[in-house]
């Protein structure tokens, strides 16, 4: 499944959303003006970066299923979703829990203000698992949390359910009439889990490529009320703010240029770090922010903010390992493997070992949507992909990008699979052609509009 970068732009951005919101409007305002009013800008919206964040966790959930639409695979998804989230909620509040034992967190009445409402208690280890496992989940509370932002947490993993269950029970005929009508439904009657479906829903006009038949003016329109949404309705979790946000993410989505900065390396690094920059930000500043602000706020409140903004994105890298290990654990517990692993062993049940000892050469890349096989040439994993997407580069020089590498594909012979294959993807000996080649498949059983696609390389793919 193709990777869609721009939804990691836009978690990171979130984050550091969430993050100036809390360390200049929230926690160590400098002055009235950025407490009442900062907030109302785009990157100091925290209230809206957090409704952001369930939007683009609905389409992260949805589309893999709409791609492949594989129960099972929905199934996984469902099962790692806890140990996901649950590993590095437990590693923070483990991390806040130590530094409370060794005296680096003071108590809650000599803190500075409004910190002395949070980790209000005296914990203990039972509390500390406790509140890991399950309070964190399902019986949230503010001064027995480790950190405040965690109460998104509960949230996120019922919302998330809520979404699998969705996308697994509307039929696909009537996937965008269901799931337009449940978000409106829950819209009405303010819930804000109708983010998550509104999330799903917009993953099936990606897929569908409806984002392509908006027009200009409508656009305009769904941008200018998104941004002016803070300014209109109260600043709180309602359907007027939630309607906003819903409006920039799909602004957010849909317009090229924007959607080309969220995909663009600092977009995608702060992708990489938006989990935990989001999960360690708040103990930052209760621990380091919090004693500077009350020395040296009065004096130097704008340097102690930058610190604690440093110290948070340092803090955040530090963590990293720990969200790895997350993932891990969580593919782990699904039953999930490596797709090379997987197809290592598909290539040794139909070519024998001669082509499966070269496997550690032999890349699969996948560009496209809904993987499927031919009747004639089950070897070959075909994806279908519209035209207009071929011309986006991401789709093709980022197929790699995760094992830091970007390929180079040239346009082969275009013959039908299904009158055999094309000279320059023939096998000999039952090893695959040395050069990368694009494939087009024209056979009857694929339905036009579409065009499928297949590319495989023996060779290392060229570094760009």
Partial sequence: MQRQYFLDGIRGWGSVAVLFYHVFCDGFPLNDFSHSYLHFMPF???TGAVMVFFIVSGFALAIPYFERNDSQFLKRIA??????LMVPIFAISAVVHLAWALGLVAPPAERYDPFGNVFAVEPTLWHLLRFSLFDVFFNYSHPSSYAGPLWTMSVELLGSF????????????????????????????????????????????????????????AMILIVVFGLSS??????????????????????????????????????????????????????????????LMSTYGNNYGFLVQMAVVAASITAAYAFIPINDVALIFSRATAGGSCERSRHCRDLKSRWGDKVAA??????????GIAPRTTHDHPHIQVSTIRPRAIAHGPLVTRARRRASRRVRLRQGSTESLGAGLSASTRFAGGVFAQQPTFGRVDAPDYAAPRWSYFVYSHEQPQRV
């Fill in 162 to 217: 809520l979404v699998l269950g969705a996308v697994a029970l509307v039929p696909e005929r009537l996937r965008f009439a269901g799931l337009l009508t449940l978000s409106l439904v829950l819209i009405l009657f303010d819930s804000v889990y109708c983010l998550f479906i509104f999330g799903a829903l917009i993953a099936h006009c990606w897929r569908e490529r409806y984002d392509g038949e908006i027009a200009r003016w």
């Fill in 230 to 291: 803070p300014f209109i309705f109260e600043y709180t979790l309602n359907r007027g703010t939630m309607m906003g946000m819903m409006c920039l993410t799909i602004a957010c989505i849909c317009v090229a240029s924007v959607r080309s900065f969220f995909s663009s390396s600092l977009s995608t690094e702060l992708g990489r770090i938006s989990f935990p920059l989001y999960l360690v930000h708040g103990p930052v500043m209760m621990m380091i922010g919090a004693p």
């Fill in 44 to 46: 100091f919206n925290g």
């Fill in 79 to 84: 099962v790692a979703r806890y140990p996901r």
């Fill in 358 to 367: 070269s496997c550690s050469v032999l890349r699969p890349i996948s560009i």
